[in-house]
């Protein structure tokens, strides 16, 4: 962020007028729309959200208390931006991109204080800029001009910042450079240094966007194999609380095959974030081995931190990930949860007395959701590259009613539908995410790359999956009737294969060492198991076998372990050869 | 200090007033009625020329010619660890008879947000004695966890027995008793009846409890508003206990509903935009403000354990209050109505009871190897009994088979010897886990998927367990 020794440049002050909570009203301030201020004699932190006849108003990223009519209020003249470059990996910042380790040390207390700012990035760092271009070359803006080391996993690329016009290169020089360090210098007079500025509300420029075709590949069974999400596509996870959401993003945050990972903790829990803070740099990234946290960027913005920064938090987090397409990498954003954000929005509007929409959510809602969702995607760079942006964005429905406000403007918008149920969480099945409600649009474009990467039978078997499903679905409906016992025998066989599919397919133990994390190759193997099961005890009742004596063979409670199977390979191949020796046993 | 007699309008708590020197937001203010009393308030908005505020002690007695002093500062709590055994109303002031209180230091009753990245993770068992707790829905320091409960319901014994119970096991064996960090009690109790407020004081008095505890009263008849400020003066203290101090502090508060409807009686007042049943929209932001100030802080020896209590109106979970609370707790203990009738002490249905932070206070080292597994299965298989209870109305036990039959078996024990256990019983985890086993080995063997298969070794009960004594 700009920093306070600009202040002294700008000459537009105002005086505050009033202050309620988070919004302060100043008069005499000549201000822009989204212009940063600072406000009171302490300085807060602040942005323009109205401006009427000689009235501004502004909502301040700080707690206001203590402050008063008659003190200054001064502008930078910039939007809110974010700092951009090398360093931004391996941080926790708050939702206006003050990193919060910084904040530590310069309050000297475990307490969040005021008026204290502190820069995105590490000004006095130097990095080993290595050029990639030569002096003579011809550099267009978005193109990359050098590299730096950010991280044991990723290599930071310096672009020419998309608002510059671009020439030819006129001097460029290998070393050791802070960020603010001009690395090179076009004919035309423009110095491109690793740090750039840009203004979260605005997009950053890129060119076409491409149906995505590659899926993000996220070690969770449920989630592969049958709601799959695409690299650059949109989800949304909505559940009420206990349903395990912040877990579920969590596992997606550690697991999927992303290059680059942005966490925003929005308006969520203090101990949560810190759970993240502490295992991260533990954890291995199941790519390369390197921890987790050389390829994530953290924002938290808890619930008891102001709620002007938890509404900014998810534009400060979405300007990040477009920075880092924007090198070429495929970047996955969590937004956990987008239901405190659309709450911050509903609570600065209700300051504002504006008129409000639906369950005093403001009318603009629907649009800035989908404003924020559609910065998602795959891309065309300007660079002629490609790089893309995956948006998982949790959502809490007031009372787990997924007909209010948030949800239903959220589910237009995105094309996979991850619906967790407080059911399935109650009987400790997770992840509880419901598979006759949730969905994925993305399924056929994905198809051909599981075809030809995993099984050219894939979509075969997963349909099979997804009918017995739904076929245990309806006849557990009998079932409350009258009772199991009363199904014909070939019924209650497919209850029991639904039963395995259930609990040893789609249940999978985030805590176990192995199970937390399936590659697609074993997600299909063990599927594949089950079907073997399904397809032999079909079988042997043919053959006239009980079914009691179908589903008491010992193989087949051996299928649960499965996921927690060390050597799975070798285990699903013993388990397959049992089923059938032991089934075609019985006649 | 400025004095004004410019009080424009009094509606409700609010009070408007007109001033020439601005005013901060939040600042304390005390208004002097004509006839000598002394109310205290805070301001809600300020603006050039007009301030509103909201009175603690309510207006009534307030005309238009008393006078309004701003004492220019926030609201502030005299804290010192003599406040360890003392009794004050709901704004802090001292009902006990005892000596006036002679602060250390005053902090401001808002409090700051602890800095995630200064955060510990709370992965320290707390030992309830209450299986239902300790072995479903383990509490550890630093959580925020909270009882969901409804009117009619035991909660308040639950609440008294964890108060009285609750250890660190290793501490117990630890030689320097006494000495390191210490336990206490913060109570803060909003809108509470007479009668159950005399409960809880009889309670910590018979138990001794109370020397190590700080009680902040604000009963049924007192103001309303002041309910703003009681769990405000209650989470200071304990912080400063916690964190200047190096005590482990449990935080109760009870009873979060009144809080709220005070939240919801002021947003009225100030013709605010309500949002869902007429509550302010601002009331996550507010609730998280009080129960994230829970946890732990690396480097410091002492922790914040809060046990906010509320009662769901209509026993409806999806209510406002509790909704709001839910997502930003770390878990809720759920008190049932049909077990309380059932005469299950404590009545907590386990199965819509959640502790978030369960799985890493427990396990090797922790608690024991087989908690998390044990906890799970236990779960699974009293939800699967549960299910089976509606079909046995329908269809009667006999047309249900062998399985069905063991888990509906199991689903009663469950209650009945695991969950049942008194508000005088204190069981060590050991005997928790001991009595789940018991249980699990109704089932065959086959059936407990969530169980390693070297921990079944270990621990089922190869024979029919005999009749398990009660506990």
């Given at each position: 962020m700009s920093q306070a020794e600009d202040i002294e440049s700008v000459d537009e002050d105002g005086v505050i007028e009033s202050v309620s909570g988070p919004v302060v009203t100043a008069t005499d301030l000549d201000a822009r729309m989204n212009d940063v201020v600072y406000v009171g004699d302490e300085g807060l932190m602040g942005e323009v959200i109205e401006i009427e006849g000689n009235l501004t108003t502004i909502q301040v990223y700080e707690e206001t208390s203590g402050?008063?009519?008659?003190?200054?209020?001064?502008?930078?003249?910039?939007?809110?931006?974010?700092?951009?470059?090398?360093?931004?990996?391996?941080?926790?910042?708050?939702?206006?991109?003050?990193?919060?380790?910084?904040?530590?040390?310069?309050?000297?207390?475990?307490?969040?204080?005021?008026?204290?700012?502190?820069?995105?990035?590490?000004?006095?760092?130097?990095?080993?800029?290595?050029?990639?271009?030569?002096?003579?070359?011809?550099?267009?803006?978005?193109?990359?001009?050098g590299v730096v080391e950010e991280t044991v996993t990723i290599d930071h690329k310096v672009m020419v910042p998309p608002d510059y016009e671009g020439g030819e290169v006129t001097a460029i020089e290998a070393g050791e450079f802070t960020v603010e360090e001009t690395v090179v210098?076009?004919?035309?007079?423009?110095?491109?240094?690793?740090?750039?500025?840009?203004?979260?509300?605005?997009?950053?420029?890129?060119?076409?966007?491409?149906?995505?075709?590659?899926?993000?590949?996220?070690?969770?069974?449920?989630?592969?194999?049958?709601?799959?999400?695409?690299?650059?596509?949109?989800?949304?996870?909505?559940?009420?609380?206990?349903?395990?959401?912040?877990?579920?993003?969590?596992?997606?945050?550690?697991?999927?095959?992303?290059?680059?990972?942005?966490?925003?903790?929005?308006?969520?829990?203090?101990?949560?974030?810190?759970?993240?803070?502490?295992?991260?740099?533990?954890?291995?990234?199941?790519?390369?081995?390197?921890?987790?946290?050389?390829?994530?960027?953290?924002?938290?913005?808890?619930?008891?931190?102001?709620?002007?920064?938890?509404?900014?938090?998810?534009?400060?987090?979405?300007?990040?990930?477009?920075?880092?397409?924007?090198?070429?990498?495929?970047?996955?954003?969590?937004?956990d949860s987008t239901s405190r954000w659309a709450e911050a929005m509903r609570e600065i509007s209700s300051r504002l007395e504006e008129m409000p929409g639906e369950e005093g959510y403001p009318a603009y809602l629907a649009a800035s959701l989908s404003e924020f969702y559609e910065r998602a995607g795959k891309f065309q760079l300007m660079n002629g590259g490609e790089g893309s942006i995956s948006v998982v964005g949790a959502v809490s429905p007031p009372g787990g009613d997924f007909s209010e406000p948030v949800t239903q403007n959220t589910l237009r918008i995105v094309k996979t539908f991850w619906a967790l149920d407080a059911d399935l969480a109650?009987?400790?099945?997770?992840?509880?995410?419901?598979?006759?409600?949730?969905?994925?649009?993305?399924?056929?474009?994905?198809?051909?790359?599981?075809?030809?990467?995993?099984?050219?039978?894939?979509?075969?078997?997963?349909?099979?999956?997804?009918?017995?499903?739904?076929?245990?679905?309806?006849?557990?409906?009998?079932?409350?009737?009258?009772?199991?016992?009363?199904?014909?025998?070939?019924?209650?066989?497919?209850?029991?294969?639904?039963?395995?599919?259930?609990?040893?397919?789609?249940?999978?133990?985030?805590?176990?060492?192995?199970?937390?994390?399936?590659?697609?190759?074993?997600?299909?193997?063990?599927?594949?198991?089950?079907?073997?099961?399904?397809?032999?005890?079909?079988?042997?009742?043919?053959?006239?076998?009980?079914?009691?004596?179908?589903?008491?063979?010992?193989?087949?409670?051996?299928?649960?372990?499965?996921?927690?199977?060390?050597?799975?390979?070798?285990?699903?191949?013993?388990?397959?050869?049992?089923?059938?020796?032991?089934?075609?046993?019985?006649? | 200090m400025k004095e004004y007699q410019t009080i424009t309008e009094i509606s409700g708590p609010l009070v408007f007033a007109e001033v020439d020197e601005p005013v901060g937001y939040d600042e304390i203010v005390e208004i002097e009625t004509e006839d000598g009393r002394t109310l205290r308030g805070q301001v809600l908005e300020s603006s050039d020329g007009l301030v509103s505020i909201q009175v603690f002690e309510g207006t009534g007695g307030i005309d238009r010619n008393a006078s309004v002093r701003f004492l220019g500062e926030t609201m502030k709590m005299p804290v010192t660890e003599d406040l360890l055994g003392r009794v004050l109303d709901g704004s802090g002031n001292p009902i006990d008879g005892g000596p006036e209180i002679v602060p250390d230091e005053r902090h401001d009753i808002v409090g700051k947000a602890i800095n995630p990245y200064s955060r510990e993770y709370p992965e320290e068992f707390i030992q309830t004695g209450v299986s239902a707790i300790d072995g479903m829905n383990t509490l550890v320091r630093g959580q925020k966890l909270p009882i969901f409960s409804a009117s009619g319901l035991p909660h308040n014994d639950l609440a008294l027995q964890i108060a009285r119970q609750a250890t660190v096991p290793e501490e117990d064996e630890g030689s320097d008793d006494g000495d390191g960090s210490e336990f206490a009690v913060v109570f803060g109790a909003m809108g509470i009846t007479a009668e159950e407020a005399n409960e809880f004081m009889d309670d910590f008095?018979?138990?001794?409890?109370?020397?190590?505890?700080?009680?902040?009263?604000?009963?049924?008849?007192?103001?309303?508003?002041?309910?703003?400020?009681?769990?405000?003066?209650?989470?200071?203290?304990?912080?400063?206990?916690?964190?200047?101090?190096?005590?482990?502090?449990?935080?109760?508060?009870?009873?979060?509903?009144?809080?709220?409807?005070?939240?919801?009686?002021?947003?009225?007042?100030?013709?605010?935009?309500?949002?869902?049943?007429?509550?302010?929209?601002?009331?996550?932001?507010?609730?998280?403000?009080?129960?994230?100030?829970?946890?732990?802080?690396?480097?410091?020896?002492?922790?914040?354990?809060?046990?906010?209590?509320?009662?769901?109106?209509?026993?409806?979970?999806?209510?406002?209050?509790?909704?709001?609370?839910?997502?930003?707790?770390?878990?809720?203990?759920?008190?049932?109505?049909?077990?309380?009738?059932?005469?299950?002490?404590?009545?907590?249905?386990?199965?819509?009871?959640?502790?978030?932070?369960?799985?890493?206070?427990?396990?090797?080292?922790?608690?024991?190897?087989?908690?998390?597994?044990?906890?799970?299965?236990?779960?699974?298989?009293?939800?699967?009994?549960?299910?089976?209870?509606?079909?046995?109305?329908?269809?009667?036990?006999?047309?249900?088979?062998?399985?069905?039959?063991?888990?509906?078996?199991?689903?009663?024990?469950?209650?009945?010897?695991?969950?049942q256990q008194g508000y005088d019983t204190n069981r060590s985890i050991d005997e928790t886990l001991e009595l789940g086993w018991d249980l699990l080995s109704m089932l065959p063997k086959e059936e407990l998927n969530r169980i390693g298969e070297d921990l079944i070794e270990e621990h089922y009960r190869e024979e029919e367990p005999e009749a398990v004594q009660a506990d």
């Open positions: 402050v008063g009519p008659g003190e200054p209020v001064q502008n930078t003249g910039e939007p809110l931006s974010v700092d951009l470059g090398p360093g931004m990996l391996d941080s926790i910042y708050d939702g206006v991109q003050r990193p919060l380790d910084v904040l530590e040390g310069k309050m000297g207390t475990a307490f969040l204080d005021r008026g204290v700012d502190a820069p995105g990035i590490d000004l006095e760092k130097k990095w080993e800029f290595t050029p990639e271009v030569e002096e003579g070359d011809t550099v267009e803006p978005g193109d990359i001009v210098e076009l004919d035309n007079g423009e110095e491109i240094q690793m740090h750039q500025e840009w203004p979260v509300r605005e997009a950053r420029p890129a060119g076409d966007k491409e149906t995505p075709t590659e899926p993000l590949v996220t070690g969770q069974r449920v989630q592969d194999g049958l709601f799959p999400l695409a690299k650059g596509g949109t989800a949304a996870i909505p559940g009420p609380f206990g349903s395990g959401k912040t877990v579920t993003q969590q596992q997606l945050a550690k697991w999927s095959d992303a290059d680059i990972v942005v966490y925003i903790g929005c308006g969520e829990r203090g101990n949560e974030m810190t759970e993240v803070i502490e295992d991260f740099p533990e954890l291995p990234d199941p790519q390369t081995g390197n921890p987790l946290m050389a390829r994530t960027c953290l924002i938290a913005n808890t619930s008891n931190m102001p709620v002007a920064a938890r509404e900014s938090c998810i534009y400060t987090g979405i300007t990040i990930a477009e920075y880092y397409r924007d090198m070429g990498y495929d970047v996955a954003l969590m937004a109650e009987r400790r099945h997770f992840p509880s995410i419901n598979w006759n409600e949730s969905y994925s649009l993305y399924k056929d474009q994905l198809d051909p790359w599981w075809e030809s990467n995993v099984a050219g039978d894939w979509s075969d078997i997963r349909q099979w999956a997804v009918d017995v499903l739904d076929e245990e679905d309806e006849l557990q409906e009998i079932v409350q009737l009258v009772g199991k016992d009363a199904l014909p025998e070939d019924q209650q066989l497919t209850l029991e294969v639904a039963r395995f599919l259930r609990e040893a397919w789609l249940q999978q133990n985030a805590l176990h060492d192995v199970d937390t994390y399936c590659e697609p190759e074993k997600t299909y193997r063990m599927l594949e198991a089950i079907k073997t099961f399904n397809d032999e005890a079909f079988e042997a009742l043919e053959a006239g076998v009980p079914v009691e004596e179908i589903t008491d063979v010992d193989a087949a409670p051996r299928l649960n372990r499965m996921g927690t199977a060390e050597e799975w390979e070798s285990f699903i191949e013993e388990i397959e050869n049992d089923l059938q020796e032991q089934l075609r046993a019985l006649y | 008095e018979r138990t001794g409890a109370l020397e190590r505890s700080v009680v902040f009263m604000n009963l049924a008849d007192d103001p309303a508003v002041e309910r703003q400020v009681t769990p405000r003066l209650a989470l200071t203290t304990a912080e400063y206990l916690a964190f200047e101090k190096d005590y482990h502090v449990l935080v109760i508060l009870t009873d979060m509903t009144n809080y709220c409807e005070a939240l919801r009686e002021i947003g009225a007042a100030r013709e605010e935009v309500p949002g869902r049943r007429g509550y302010p929209g601002y009331m996550y932001t507010d609730l998280a403000q009080l129960y994230e100030r829970a946890g732990r802080i690396e480097g410091q020896e002492g922790s914040v354990t809060q046990i906010p209590i509320l009662t769901m109106p209509g026993d409806d979970e999806t209510h406002p209050i509790p909704d709001l609370t839910g997502y930003i707790t770390e878990g809720q203990i759920m008190m049932d109505r049909d077990l309380n009738s059932q005469g299950i002490e404590p009545p907590v249905n386990v199965l819509p009871s959640l502790s978030r932070l369960m799985d890493d206070g427990i396990g090797e080292g922790l608690t024991r190897e087989d908690h998390g597994d044990v906890s799970d299965q236990m779960y699974a298989a009293y939800a699967e009994g549960e299910d089976l209870r509606d079909l046995v109305n329908i269809v009667g036990r006999e047309a249900l088979s062998e399985r069905d039959n063991k888990y509906l078996d199991f689903a009663d024990r469950f209650e009945e010897e695991f969950v």
